[in-house]
């Protein structure tokens, strides 16, 4: 199998509309997560055949929010299910493929990747699991920062790159939290050519 992890950083709330806004319906509603899911993905140009979204609290964030907000309107709302998380970059980039929502505690991406290994095959030769974390709490400002992550696996009849076997990835790489578990295959791609890194600017 291939593998390419993207990591894109960034501020929220953002401060300008994004290259996809038009592309998107109330896309000036959307939460941290969703926002930086979809400006991660639009700068992926291979299509998938599934998608894994791990996400460690569900939708109980903005399910949060729009009940401390005291909102009425649905409009207000910006999802309640988790999985509805994706539907701002399917939009944008016009996918259409099934999405499978995973919720693990603190090692749901690493589960959600281990998950995404069974299915790897025919039909499902190129798989995408997808991830956000806040890395610093928010600032004076009220600005958080956030990372988004894409771990994007191709079996072995997609073109380019090298081959990485779960081995190659570190003993037990699948026991520990997310965060070392991002940290250790982050180590292992950095060094095979395999890792993009995309910066936003710091508000």
Not at 37 to 53: G, N, Q
Request: with cysteine.
């Amino acid at each position: 199998m291939k593998l390419h992890l993207y990591q894109f950083n960034y501020s929220f709330p953002f401060q300008s509309d994004p290259e996809w806004s038009s592309k998107v319906d109330r896309w000036y509603q959307l939460d941290a997560e969703a926002y930086g899911l979809t400006e991660l993905v639009w700068r992926i140009e291979e299509k998938p055949d599934l998608i894994f979204l791990a996400s460690q609290e569900a939708s109980n964030s903005s399910d949060r929010l729009f009940i401390e907000s005291e909102m009425t309107s649905a409009v207000k709302f910006a999802h309640t299910l988790p999985n509805v998380r994706c539907s701002p970059f399917l939009q944008a980039k016009q996918w259409t493929m099934p999405v499978l929502c995973t919720q693990f505690g603190p090692k749901t991406f690493s589960s959600a990747v281990e998950n995404a290994f069974g299915f790897l095959g025919s039909p499902y030769r190129r798989i995408l699991i997808l991830n956000v974390c806040r890395s610093l709490p928010s600032n004076e400002s009220g600005t958080s920062r956030y990372s988004a992550y894409a771990l994007q696996i191709d079996d072995a009849s997609q073109g380019g790159g090298e081959e990485i076997s779960i081995a190659d990835l570190g003993h037990n790489v699948f026991n520990g939290s997310d965060q070392k578990f991002i940290e250790n295959v982050s180590k292992v791609l950095c060094k095979k050519e395999a890792f993009t890194l995309i910066e936003a600017p710091s508000l």
